[in-house]
């Protein structure tokens, strides 16, 4: 299982307890905790939020009373103080989940700061208010988010065996979801016909369906994502999500344990930009981990760090939202026993886990990549042009080279009429423009080379080398993840292939932000890059987790580029590259999605029924 959840401590209330919520009646053996927001979407500090998002979500340490979650007690500006009209609030008893929702003809403003308020009129279901107001801010996109979610990983694995009969069905999504858009009718579990009763419940990014009693032993269950399942921008699946497996005959009853920490018990020197990262025994449910269950706290005042908490794997990452202070020192919490961290079988680990460390000095961050022209493209076809085969291909933006005979580009045709040798076998779709220095068969520019057209792929292509060049010279910052980057989950860095080669065959590769909307990968390879296999028919996939983002993910290729060789699929990142790509091989129908861009210098790029969409800026 990959999971991702992203939660926020409650720090933005003010006053001189950090946010906390604080004990009600101090000293009292029946003191009550005031509830506390969780888990938000859009995160704290997230930039490029979708404009056409209509769905802001805030999760609740405990059960809340919904007749005080209104459109008055939980309100968006943009920008501050005046608040977003026409609003609605709902709550979700089984995730306590309250989400406002905007009407479907509203969109937020271009590149604002937006700020979200859930007020300290919200009670809990036992009439206690929160304590401060929780606020938050996030930064909206400079264009609209039309790429549709997907479904990035599945709790059973597909065709899995063996599984426990008290397990949980669950699945992670590509992004944050509007949670009135997963419930029991979008997430299903079946034994044959029979559809299984359970609870559904959604947080960050992870949904889980709960059983309501045991599963039959040595069965074969199917679980459904329905196609009405959508992001926060309204954009939904393409299609039903549909994965089987088979249980075993034996009940989980194994608790999990801490198996490690990334940052030793009593450590000193610590970067006072580290992250903290918990690795389990096993795969956990996503929704059990919080910032009530896994916890920073400065170790003198007790004060709670804000921070983002995200999972995958088998491992949970705490990232501060501000840096540390200097030379103090922090400990850090996973709650054990009643109301702790659980297994996908419901097994709670037995007690808490606790480690300390002492900050020190500051790490060093990744800079930007900028394509300046080439931002636009999805595919660069540098001096050799573009081919393409089938009938699925969609190119969502521009596509360009500097080849002048018409023959280097075959099977594309854009939105001002230009086709360029397209077959009833063979036909590429272009949302954007073809510029080209050649003239097409039929359209605008049949009956000559349009110099405009000609100026710009050229430039594209130039600042394509320029920022080639740039994640070449990069300094490496991720430690050697050796040639095969199947089945890892790797943080923010750039990697530098040990042979000159990276592949990505016997599993996905899965990319975790940990909060981080702005983390960036590069991966520098001085010849290939294989996505797919082993064989030709085992397509794999780069799978996004804790905020990260598909513009912010950089493939610098030595010479050519293979994706997914049969079809299937879905990569991720803009691949620049020296001497060319293959994305599938003809005769393959199964769609390829690229949800990035392929720059090629010096050679062409071939595409069989692939789908491509570019990152908006």
């Known amino acids: 299982m990959v999971a991702s959840l992203s939660a926020l401590t409650a720090a933005c209330g003010g006053g001189d307890d950090g946010g906390r919520a604080p004990i009600l ?16 979407t859009p995160l704290s500090n997230a930039t490029g939020v979708p404009l056409a998002t209509r769905a802001i979500t805030a999760a609740f ?10 459109p008055t007690s939980f309100t968006l500006a943009c920008p501050a103080p005046t608040a977003i009209s026409g609003g609605l609030v709902s709550y979700l008893a089984s995730s ?7 009407p479907l003809a509203s969109t937020l403003p271009v590149n604002t700061v937006c700020t979200a308020t859930v007020t300290s009129a919200v009670k809990d279901s ?9 606020i938050w801010q996030f930064t909206t996109a400079a264009a609209p988010d039309t790429i549709a979610p997907t479904v990035a990983s599945t709790v059973n694995a597909n065709n899995a065996t063996n599984v426990a009969i008290n397990t949980k069905v669950g699945a992670t999504f590509s992004e944050a979801m509007n949670p009135s858009t997963i419930n029991q009718n979008s997430l299903t579990l079946k034994q044959g016909a029979t559809l299984v009763l359970g609870t559904t419940s959604y947080s960050g990014t992870s949904a889980v369906f709960a059983p309501t009693e045991p599963l039959d032993p040595n069965t074969l269950y199917t679980a459904t994502v329905a196609s009405t399942a959508a992001d926060l921008a309204g954009n939904t699946l393409t299609s039903n999500y549909v994965w089987s497996w088979t249980t075993g005959a034996a009940t989980d009853t194994t608790a999990p344990t801490v198996a490690s920490t990334a940052i030793a018990d009593n450590a000193t020197g610590v970067a006072f930009d580290t992250k903290v990262l918990a690795t389990f025994s096993e795969a956990m449910n996503p929704l059990s981990l919080t910032n009530t269950t896994f916890a920073v706290t400065e170790a003198t005042s007790g004060a709670v760090v804000a921070g983002a908490l995200n999972y995958s794997g088998v491992n949970a990452t705490f990232v501060p939202q501000n840096k540390l202070a200097l030379n103090t020192r922090y400990t850090v919490t996973v709650k054990g026993g009643v109301g702790g961290v659980e297994d996908l079988a419901g097994n709670v680990m037995q007690s808490a886990k606790v480690w300390s460390f002492t900050t020190a000095a500051a790490a060093v961050l990744s800079p930007a990549i900028d394509l300046i022209s080439a931002t ?23 596509i360009g080279t500097i080849a002048t005979g018409t023959s280097m580009i075959t099977g594309f045709h854009d939105t001002s009429g230009d086709f360029y040798t397209e077959t009833p076998a063979n036909i590429g779709a272009v ?24 100026a710009l792929a050229t430039q594209a292509r130039l600042d394509a080398q320029t920022a080639y060049n740039a994640l070449a010279a990069m300094p490496v910052t991720g430690a050697n993840p050796g040639a095969n980057l199947a089945n890892l989950t790797l943080q923010a860095g750039t990697y530098k292939a040990p042979a000159g080669s990276f592949l990505i065959e016997g599993g996905n590769l899965t990319l975790d932000a940990q909060g981080n909307a702005n983390a960036i990968w590069v991966f520098q390879m001085a010849t290939t890059l294989t996505v797919g296999g082993p064989g030709a028919a085992a397509p794999q996939s780069i799978i996004l987790a804790g905020g990260a ?63 491509i969409n570019v990152p908006a800026p």
């Open 25 to 40: 009646g101090a000293g009292d053996v029946n003191a009550v905790m005031a509830p506390t927001v969780t888990v938000v």
């Open 61 to 70: 340490s405990e059960a809340m009373d919904p007749a005080t979650l209104t």
């Open 96 to 102: 306590q989940t309250a989400t406002l929702t905007f």
């Open 126 to 134: 036992t009439g206690v208010a929160m304590v401060n107001p929780f």
């Open 376 to 398: 636009t493209y999805g595919t660069l076809g540098g001096t050799a042009g573009m081919t393409n085969t089938g009938i699925q291909t969609r190119i969502n933006g521009d």
């Open 431 to 454: 949302s954007g423009k073809i510029l080209t220095c050649t003239n097409s068969i039929t359209g605008p520019t049949k009956d000559g080379v349009n110099a405009a057209s000609c």
């Open 549 to 611: 983002q598909a513009k912010n993910v950089f493939w610098q290729v030595g010479s050519f580029a293979t994706i997914n060789a049969a079809g299937g699929g879905t990569m991720v990142g803009t691949i620049l590259s020296q001497a060319g790509a293959a994305f599938s091989t003809a005769g393959n129908t199964n769609i390829v999605t690229l949800n990035g861009r392929v720059l090629s210098l010096d050679a062409s790029v071939t595409l069989v029924d692939t789908v």
